[in-house]
């Protein structure tokens, strides 16, 4: 059984700093990338950042040059680094983890976190 753990979130002022983790566990055969979204209230779910398999990432222009994403592939975990906040990102941040379970499944499986709340106050 696979899961999927995010920690880190909280409330902060505007200007501050937040850094979430996300930790993938259980028994698969590799993690071919990871990503973070974020859901506010009333609005759809939105990517973030992500981060392949061998290190490319993919950020979102609201983002760009405030919040970084990284990964220890040894143990499995992905974080993001916020920087700069603003109210504008208060959301639930969800991590998600794009598995293949098997070593001969053709197909990879995306699994999401339960979500952690960031909250930025003006």
């Known amino acids: 059984q696979v899961q999927v753990v995010e920690s880190g979130g909280g409330l902060v002022q505007a200007g501050g700093s937040l850094r979430l983790s996300c930790a993938a566990s259980g028994s698969f055969f590799r993690i071919n990338g990871m990503g973070w979204y974020r859901q506010a209230p009333g609005k759809q779910r939105e990517l973030v950042a992500a981060?392949?398999?061998?290190?490319?990432?993919n950020m979102a222009d609201s983002v760009k040059g405030r919040f970084t994403i990284s990964r220890d592939s040894a143990k499995n975990t992905v974080y993001l680094q916020m920087n700069s906040l603003k109210p504008e990102d208060t959301a639930v941040y969800y991590c998600n983890a794009d598995i293949r379970n098997g070593a001969r499944d053709l197909f990879s499986v995306r699994y999401w976190g339960q979500g952690t709340q960031v909250t930025v106050s003006s």
């Open positions: 981060i392949t398999s061998g290190g490319s990432t």
